[in-house]
């Protein structure tokens, strides 16, 4: 038999062989994954049964739960795709017409279907905008969710949607789930409470052999981003290893819309927390995030907290080159207790002035054309602190 005889059948054999190992896998792949959104389907359901609202949530194996489509209860309406809004967007890209999607969390949901950041900046671009013949802004806020949920809902649906801007205004519930006071989280609050494998972060990988081979290699090393000689107070916890699965899923956010659309302008935000504002009577009719309770942690620190989550947040945006909206800084010398109701949650005028803050981001990078409006000057000069 000739040399290149043997070769040939050699690279056959090895192709057949590794043929096999990836259709093992696939199957491997298949049935994990089933098991793991059986599972993420059930505990959403147990969370569900806990939930005062569940009337407008459903269990989800991807995410937990979800909106329940066509859900409604008072003032609140989830359409039929599962965003709060009353109008239904279409897939397809509409000629002429511009997409913004909004994501986040209640603080992006609000407090009823015309009172939200994203009601008031649909209304802002049809009133002030510039260069298109009509204007679609997706309020894709869920309440509850963290960074995990909403990065995965990016890549199963919402980039499907190709929109030409996207608001990040993620972050609050990672907040709250992650105690800065405590050693850096080990898995995400997403897969402890809806379980998780270590496999599923590599499900982007064509070869489903290799990611599999890829989990099974780094379920045996050590975390690096962890500190095993962590004791609280030692500096072991900073943001960038409290925060790392916001960060990653904001990664992953930005990964899968640039994949569906390159030329996606993607906007990261700083958060609005009321922290120190208010007298302490207020205070002490607001509840606590659970590990400023624990800490006994009063508004003065809680503010420096979300202080260090937002530099976080520059920095991310600055080292991805992704535009930045500091609303936290375009909020600092405002009444912010007249603007929020809680430490996060707004009232009408701050929601609304948020919109315009994003208006006038959008503008300058040139997504949007328009003119200021006297409104906004009006609303900051209302609420000057």
């Known amino acids: 038999m000739s040399v290149t005889r043997k070769l040939f059948y050699s690279l056959l054999t090895l192709s057949l062989f590794f043929l096999a190992i990836e259709g093992t896998a696939r199957v491997l792949w298949r049935r994990l994954e089933a098991r793991a959104f059986e599972e993420r389907r059930e505990r959403g359901a147990a ?3 806990n939930d005062a609202v569940n009337y407008l949530r459903e269990p989800s194996g991807i995410y937990g739960y979800a909106l329940r489509p066509h859900a409604q209860a008072g003032a609140v309406y989830i359409n039929g795709q599962g965003f709060h809004q009353r109008d239904e967007i279409p897939l397809a890209r509409r000629p002429g017409f511009l997409r913004v999607i909004c994501l986040g969390e209640s603080t992006t949901f609000g407090s009823s279907v015309d009172n939200n950041y994203p009601a008031y900046l649909r209304r802002i671009l049809e009133s002030n905008g510039r260069g298109f013949t009509g204007y679609e802004v997706i309020n ?18 919402l980039a499907a949607y190709k929109p030409d801007a996207v608001i990040l205004y993620v972050g609050w519930n990672d907040f709250q789930s992650y105690n800065p006071l405590a050693a850096p989280p080990a898995v995400s609050y997403f897969e402890h409470a809806y379980g998780g494998s270590k496999w599923k972060q590599y499900a982007a990988s064509w070869l489903k052999s290799v990611a599999l081979l890829s989990a099974l290699y780094h379920s045996r090393r050590p975390d690096p981003e962890l500190s095993p000689g962590y004791t609280p107070g030692s500096g072991g916890n900073p943001p960038e290893k409290c925060y790392r699965f916001l960060l990653a899923s904001l990664d992953q956010i930005a990964a899968s819309f640039r994949l569906a659309n390159p030329n996606v302008k993607i906007f990261v935000c700083t958060l609005v927390g009321r922290w120190p504002h208010g007298p302490p009577e207020e205070w002490a009719h607001i509840p606590p995030v659970w590990w400023m309770k624990q800490g006994n942690i009063g508004p003065g620190q809680a503010a420096e907290f979300v202080r260090r989550l937002n530099d976080r947040l ?11 909206i500091d609303l936290a800084a375009a909020f600092e010398n405002l009444d912010r207790s007249r603007l929020l109701w809680d430490w996060a949650h707004m009232y009408e005028d701050g929601y609304e002035l948020m919109a315009w803050n994003l208006s006038s981001a959008m503008r300058k990078a040139g997504v949007v054309q328009g003119e200021p409006s006297p409104r906004e000057a009006e609303l900051i000069a209302k609420y000057q602190h």
């Open 140 to 157: 894709a806020g869920v309440p509850g969710w963290v960074s995990d949920q909403i990065a995965l809902r990016a890549e199963h649906e």
């Open 314 to 324: 520059r920095a991310f945006a600055r080292s991805r080159g992704l535009p930045l």
């Open 47 to 49: 969370v569900l049964r």
